[in-house]
C-alpha cells in the first residue's frame, strides 16, 4: 500500500484541524500495528518532532518498518566538522528509534542544498549514506523550482513534497514526472492540507475563512460525485503513478483506519483539474 505514517502528532500538536492533540501511548502502539496488519511500509518522522523518536523506539515496533528522518541544514565553515554533526544527529535518531539503520535520511531545508553550505549539506548526506546510517538520501521540497535544482546538483535519492487536491503544483507542472524519469523516490505529505480539506465547511469559515470559497467548491464536488473529501483525497493522489508513497498522520486508530479504508475505496476516473488552487495563502501551510 502507498500509505506511510507520519509522526509528527506523536510529539507535537500539528495542523489547523487539530485540537491540540498528541496520541497516547496505547493509541501510538495501536496505531503501529494497524499500520503493520495492512502492510504500510514508510514511517517519516524527525527530531524536530518533538518526543516522536523516542517514543517510537518504545514501542517496540519500528523494525517492522522502513523509517525515514531528517536533519536541519548544517551550518559549518568546516565541511569536516558538519559530517561529525551529521553522524552524530543520525547516530542519536539510530539509538533513540532502536534500529539498526534508517531507510531514508532527508534535508528539511531544500535550499541547504543550492547555496554554497549547501554543497556541504549534500556531501554529509552522502556520508551517512557511506558509512551504512541509511539506504537513501534527499530533501523535503515546497516549491516547483526546486524540482531542476535538485536534479541538476544530483545525488539525491528521495523527494519529499506537498500534494493534495488544492495544491496540484507538482502535478501539473511536470515535476513528478522529471523526479520520476531520474529515479528518484516520491513521498507525498500534505495530503489533507494539514487537516484543512477534511474540515466541516463551518469550522473553515472560522478557522480559514480565506479558503471557504474553494472549499465549498470540494464540498459540492463531494455532494455530485457521493464520495467524501477524504475519499477524494485519496484517489486524488494515489492515482498519480509517480507517486510512491502518501505520508498520512492519524492520532488514533480510527482515523487511520478511516484513511485505510478511503485507500480501498474502488472509485472511477475523476477529473479534479477544477478543484487546484493558485492563492499562496490557502496552499502553503508556511504562509498561515
Known amino acids: 500500500m502507498k500509505l506511510g505514517i507520519g509522526t509528527v502528532q506523536f510529539g507535537l500538536p500539528y495542523g489547523i484541524a487539530n485540537a491540540g492533540a498528541i496520541c497516547t501511548d496505547n493509541e501510538l502502539n495501536s496505531i503501529l500495528m494497524l499500520a503493520h496488519s495492512n502492510h504500510l511500509k514508510i514511517i517519516d518522522t524527525a527530531p524536530g518532532y518533538g518526543n516522536a523518536e523516542r517514543r517510537l523506539g518504545k514501542s517496540g515496533l519500528t523494525s517492522n518498518f522502513n523509517i525515514v528522518s531528517k536533519i536541519e541544514h548544517l551550518e559549518d565553515d568546516d565541511e569536516a566538522a558538519m559530517k561529525r554533526q551529521g553522524i552524530e544527529l543520525i547516530e542519536r535518531s539510530i539509538v533513540e528509534l532502536c534500529v539498526q539503520r534508517l531507510y531514508g535520511v532527508i534535508c528539511h531545508d531544500p535550499k541547504a542544498l543550492v547555496t554554497e553550505d549547501g554543497f556541504k549539506t549534500l556531501a554529509v548526506l552522502e556520508h551517512i549514506k557511506a558509512k551504512n546510517m541509511c539506504k537513501k538520501i534527499g530533501v ?60 466541516p465547511l463551518d469550522k473553515v469559515k472560522i478557522k480559514k475563512p480565506e479558503a471557504y470559497q474553494a472549499m465549498l467548491r470540494l464540498h459540492q464536488f463531494s455532494d455530485d460525485v457521493n464520495l467524501t473529501p477524504l475519499e477524494l483525497s485519496m484517489h486524488f493522489i494515489q492515482s498519480i503513478a509517480e507517486v510512491d508513497h502518501i505520508i498520512v498522520g492519524a492520532t488514533n486508530t480510527r482515523q487511520l483506519q478511516e484513511i485505510i479504508t478511503a485507500m480501498e475505496t474502488d472509485i472511477a476516473s475523476l477529473d479534479y483539474g477544477h478543484l487546484s488552487v493558485n492563492e499562496l495563502a490557502i496552499i502553503d501551510p508556511r504562509k498561515w
Open 140 to 199: 523535503s521540497i515546497y516549491e516547483v523550482e526546486d524540482v531542476s535544482r535538485i536534479i541538476r546538483q544530483g545525488g539525491i535519492d528521495l523527494v519529499q513534497l506537498p500534494l493534495n487536491l488544492f495544491d496540484q503544483r507538482f502535478l501539473t507542472s511536470g515535476a513528478l514526472a522529471v523526479l520520476k524519469a531520474n529515479g528518484i523516490e516520491i513521498h507525498i505529505r500534505s495530503a489533507f492540507l494539514q487537516g484543512l480539506l477534511l474540515m
